[in-house]
Structures are given as structure tokens and as C-alpha cells.
């Protein structure tokens, strides 16, 4: 949608260790990122810490920048650009307005959103949608997809829903919040107490008695037998996650009814993840669920079993999908490069949407 756009947006990826400053152009990054430390508990250094990286950036790009545009974790009023009571910034206590604050400093309109939103949405305009349409298109199946729901697995479990083209923000800036969904193995918990870094490392402490403090990466080592310890407690760990995304996915899907993209650290371990997701998903659906990182997933996929039926009294026919199906696959560009690519396109988006208004 973008992809050949000559506007450029100044970009950030904001861990608590590293700030990463960065620039898009054309879906592309088109500068050396600019890497500065983290200030997590003086809210006045990291607003200067933010400036002053997004300075350095623009010093390196030949034309001025359309915007400024970044993910940032909540809770936030986004559409203010108002960030909340950030557990992982103390500093950031009783709202801090640091979009209004950046686009004071730069003369640029500034947008704010979460993570899971921005790689939704890089991957619905840049990423796995076009790929996968193309795909269907390349094998002669007339059907092709609108809607996409992006997940990401990681320290939580975020998500972000576009719907034609169009991100979901919802009316309080609350769309996409499947963290908050019911957990299917502890009801009085939410689901992201089954789905995160934490949920992995806890069940596999449960399973094997193993108190050792080993990283999902280590233990999805163990699952492939390429390191010491209890694999049928790791594959458990895996498995039982891919159990609570199956029932948080499932309410999302009777709703939303598109391509399902999965993103973030722990999709590392997808192999031991999907599997069980296809495997509970089922019943709760009306549309067959497809794991399209097999080759038997992507092949009953591309298959196009559509049928044209006659129009009665009339020598016209119209075609008949009978299947209703979707996918699941992985991120086509990257986590990291999605969330980029999404805040580049949803700043593109607003000031073409406030143009029209």
C-alpha cells in the first residue's frame, strides 16, 4: 500500500534496555538505526533520551520527515499520545503526554500505538496478507483474504486486528486485547498467565521439578532433544499454550473471520506451539483452521474446491465457495521489521485520512 510512498517517518523500538531510532521510507529503512540507552526512571531524561535519537536521525536523512511514528507499550490514551503507569517505566506516573511533548520538539504530527497493533498491521499491508493472497492467486484459487489478526508471543501476549485495510483501535483504544481473555486451564486467571516467557518457564518447572532457570529458547532446546533435561515436560510447556491461544483465538475468529499471523519471540518454538492450536481450535469454529507452516496445511490451502451452480430458470451460474476456511502462519517479515512497517503505514494512513476530512 506504501511500498512505493516517497514520505518518510521517523521510527522507534522501545525495549527497557536500548532505545533503537530508526527511518522508513517506501516500507523500507532507509538509515543506519541510532542506538541509545534506556531511561526508565527519570521521566525527563527519557523524554531528552527520545529527542535527542530522533534528532540524530533526522540529521542523517536528505528531506525532512512526514512524521513521527513508534510503538510504546501501554497502558496509554494512544490517540492522545498520552503514555500511562508503565510497569516497566516507573518514571511514567499519572500520564505523561510525550506525543504532544515530540511533536513540540519537531514540528511533526507524532503517533503512538502498541506493538501488537503495528505488526498486525505491517502484515496485513506489507507482510503475510499480500503474500498469502498472491499465493492463492499463483494457484489459481479465485478466494482471497481482507481481514487479519496479528498475535504476539513473547513477555505477554499481544494482538492486533485489521479489517479490510484498516486497523481496529476500537472506541476506547481497547481492540485487539485477547491478553484479557478468558484462560482456559486456570479460569480465575487471563490468558496471558498461559501465554507468555513466564507460562513457559513456569509449566516446565512443574512438569519436570527442574528449578533451574532456563529461557524458552533453552527449553525449546530441550523439546528438540538437542539439550539435557525433561522433554516431555518441555513439549508440555508448548503444548499447554498452544491449548490457551486455541481458546482465546477461537472467540476471536467467530468475530473477526480472517488469516491469523503469528509473531514475537516465542513463535521461535512454533513447531511445538501450532500443532496443539490446530488441535483445540477445531470444534469452536465453523471454518476449517489450517497450521500453514506444513506443506500439507499450505496444500489444502491453495486448493480451490469452488463450484459454479446454476441460477434457476436462467443459463447464468455464480460460484459456490463451499469450504470456509483460514490459516495460521508465521510472520513474513520479521517481528522487529513489522512493528516498523506498521507504524510507518499507520502514520501514512492518518495524515492521508486527516486530509480527507
Known amino acids: 500500500m506504501y511500498e512505493h510512498d516517497h514520505r518518510t517517518v521517523l521510527t522507534l523500538d522501545a525495549g527497557g534496555t536500548n532505545f533503537v531510532f530508526s527511518a522508513i521510507r517506501g516500507c523500507r529503512e532507509v538509515v543506519k538505526p541510532v542506538r541509545l540507552d534506556a531511561v526508565t526512571d527519570d521521566v525527563e531524561r527519557c523524554l531528552a533520551v527520545l529527542a535527542e535519537g530522533f534528532r540524530q536521525v533526522r540529521q542523517r536523512l536528505p528531506d525532512a520527515p512526514a512524521a513521527i511514528?513508534?510503538?510504546?507499550?501501554?497502558?496509554?490514551?494512544?490517540?492522545?499520545?498520552?503514555?500511562?503507569?508503565?510497569?516497566?517505566?516507573?518514571?511514567?506516573?499519572?500520564?505523561?503526554?510525550?506525543?504532544?511533548?515530540?511533536?513540540?520538539?519537531?514540528?511533526?504530527?507524532?503517533?503512538?500505538?502498541?506493538?501488537?497493533?503495528?505488526?498486525?498491521?505491517?502484515?496485513?499491508?506489507?507482510?503475510?496478507?499480500?503474500?498469502?493472497?498472491?499465493?492463492?492467486?499463483?494457484?489459481?484459487?479465485?478466494?482471497?483474504?481482507?481481514?487479519?489478526?496479528?498475535?504476539?508471543?513473547?513477555?505477554?501476549?499481544?494482538?492486533?486486528?485489521?479489517?479490510?485495510?484498516?486497523?481496529?483501535?476500537?472506541?476506547?483504544?481497547?481492540?485487539?486485547?485477547?491478553?484479557?481473555?478468558?484462560?482456559?486451564?486456570?479460569?480465575?486467571?487471563?490468558?496471558?498467565?498461559?501465554?507468555?516467557?513466564?507460562?513457559?518457564?513456569?509449566?516446565?518447572?512443574?512438569?519436570?521439578?527442574?528449578?533451574?532457570?532456563?529461557?524458552?529458547?533453552?527449553i525449546c532446546e530441550i523439546a528438540e532433544g538437542r539439550r539435557k533435561g525433561n522433554r516431555q515436560a518441555a513439549l508440555h510447556a508448548f503444548s499447554e499454550m498452544g491449548e490457551a491461544i486455541a481458546d482465546a483465538l477461537a472467540h476471536a475468529l467467530d468475530i473477526i473471520d480472517g488469516l491469523v499471523v503469528v509473531g514475537g519471540g516465542l513463535s521461535g518454538a512454533a513447531k511445538f506451539i501450532l500443532p496443539a492450536v490446530i488441535d483445540a481450535i477445531g470444534p469452536w469454529l465453523q471454518m476449517q483452521v489450517l497450521d500453514l507452516t506444513s506443506e500439507e496445511g499450505m496444500r489444502l490451502f491453495l486448493e480451490d474446491p469452488s463450484v459454479h451452480v446454476p441460477v434457476p430458470g436462467s443459463r447464468k451460474s455464480v460460484l459456490y465457495r463451499k469450504e470456509k476456511k483460514t490459516g495460521i502462519l508465521l510472520s513474513a517479515l520479521g517481528t522487529s521489521e513489522a512493528v516498523s512497517v506498521g507504524a510507518y503505514a499507520y502514520a501514512l494512513a492518518q495524515i492521508d485520512s486527516s486530509k480527507h476530512h
Open 69 to 218: 511514528s513508534f510503538a510504546f507499550p501501554g497502558p496509554a490514551d494512544y490517540e492522545a499520545g498520552i503514555i500511562g503507569d508503565l510497569p516497566n517505566f516507573p518514571c511514567f506516573r499519572g500520564g505523561v503526554a510525550m506525543g504532544p511533548y515530540l511533536s513540540e520538539q519537531f514540528g511533526l504530527p507524532v503517533f503512538i500505538n502498541n506493538d501488537g497493533n503495528l505488526f498486525a498491521y505491517g502484515e496485513a499491508l506489507a507482510g503475510a496478507l499480500p503474500q498469502m493472497n498472491a499465493r492463492l492467486k499463483e494457484a489459481g484459487s479465485t478466494r482471497q483474504y481482507k481481514n487479519l489478526i496479528g498475535l504476539t508471543l513473547g513477555t505477554g501476549f499481544g494482538a492486533g486486528v485489521v479489517l479490510d485495510g484498516k486497523l481496529l483501535r476500537g472506541d476506547n483504544g481497547c481492540g485487539g486485547d485477547v491478553w484479557l481473555m478468558r484462560n482456559v486451564h486456570h479460569p480465575e486467571l487471563r490468558v496471558e498467565e498461559s501465554v507468555s516467557i513466564r507460562a513457559v518457564k513456569r509449566v516446565y518447572r512443574e512438569q519436570s521439578g527442574d528449578d533451574s532457570p532456563l529461557s524458552p529458547k533453552e
